[in-house]
């Protein structure tokens, strides 16, 4: 059987075909639909089949192995949810005192903070981050498979835990990470950094939480997703687009659950892309198709590093939350949920949804961004920062091909990204 898995692979990989691209999305966009226990290969097993180590590893042994020491916490919400976060408490290259205040690092839509040290310690910003001696925190949000719990409702089987949006985790799950970083820490303040959906759900907090924002000395937002209206992946906009129209049917099939880990989605990407040289480029390719916007430019992201990013990769979400992906597509507001005119009227008392207010996020915000991004837009970061009232500075990533995902898995992040993101935090800490 697993024999002829593999052949069917390797002949599918070296067809190099555009309708496997197509099969595969199929793959990852039904994988919850499909979803079966047989398909969870123990560890061990996945082992002796050739995975990549560092894709079996979770967060606190893969930066063990590379000399970091990392500490699990568990946050509670406001509304039940119970998230956990790690903390690097020490770095292999910090031999100094740590620098203060702390910082926290949220990842994006359906990573989990793996995202951060998957291209390993030369290019995980978590990794640079810490090597430069800062009292680096990283955040999950609900949903994904660290923060998949709740002190009451079981996400394998009550639909009502799958109900939320970056609307929730900007009112209830960036709120408790910052809580509890400042309280374990004693400091008043944080320096945050957030990464597309990172920085959408800081947003939606400053609008919808009064006073949360001041508990942030500096925002570095790197490729912030808010509204997306002129987003070019055609990919991205399919799938979301099909969440969109899809999510009452697929409710009505009992599906809430979107592109999590341990689904055939992502076991089939993690299985799929370390088996040859030609299913790696293959992946490589789809994380291409789907991110960039002009021509394909291969090896920013380390071949290693697509082998082990899908063992972490689509960390889960929920089909409302992929929804509202592809209303804000089609939309040129950073609103909440549209439920249709009759839902919207009954919810927020307006045929529309009412915008975020982007007046609220008072604290100063540096963004970086890239040329090349195919799921956030330059002209909608260009439009966000228009709109905030304390941008210290804008930063275009230098090099053409910079794209949305490069901000993670990129082998370049330290001559790239990582100095402007140094020198905001220095500027920001004392002591
Ligand atoms: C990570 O792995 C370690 C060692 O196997 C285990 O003790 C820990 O609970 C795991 N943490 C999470 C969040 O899965
Ligand atoms: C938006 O936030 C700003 C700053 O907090 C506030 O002055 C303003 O009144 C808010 N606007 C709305 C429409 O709530």
Redesign the pocket.
Known sequence: MQAEMLRLANDMASTHSFSFLLSSLAVVTLGHVLRSPSLHLRRETKSSLGYPKDSL?????LTAEYGYLSE?HKVLTDDGYIL?M?RIVKARNCHRAKRSPPVLLMHGLLQSSDSWIDSGPDAGLAYLISDACYDLWLGNVRGN??SREHVRLDPDKDPAYWKFYIEEIGIYDVPAMIDYVLEYTGFEKLNYIGFSQGTGTFLVMCSEKPGYCDKVKLVISLAPASRQMHTQSKIFRTVTQFFYRMEDTLSRAGLYEAFSKGGPGQEFAAFFCHLSSEAERLCEEVIYEFDHVNSLHFGSIASKTIRVLFGHFPAGTSVHNMARYGQSMNSGRFEKFDYGREQNLVLYGSEEPPQYNLSATTVPVMCIYGKNDGLVDTRDVEWLMAQLPNVLELVKVEDPQWSHLDFTYSQYTKNTVFPKINEYLLKFSYG
């Open positions: 590893l979770n967060f606190t042994e699990e956990t790690f498979y660290y």
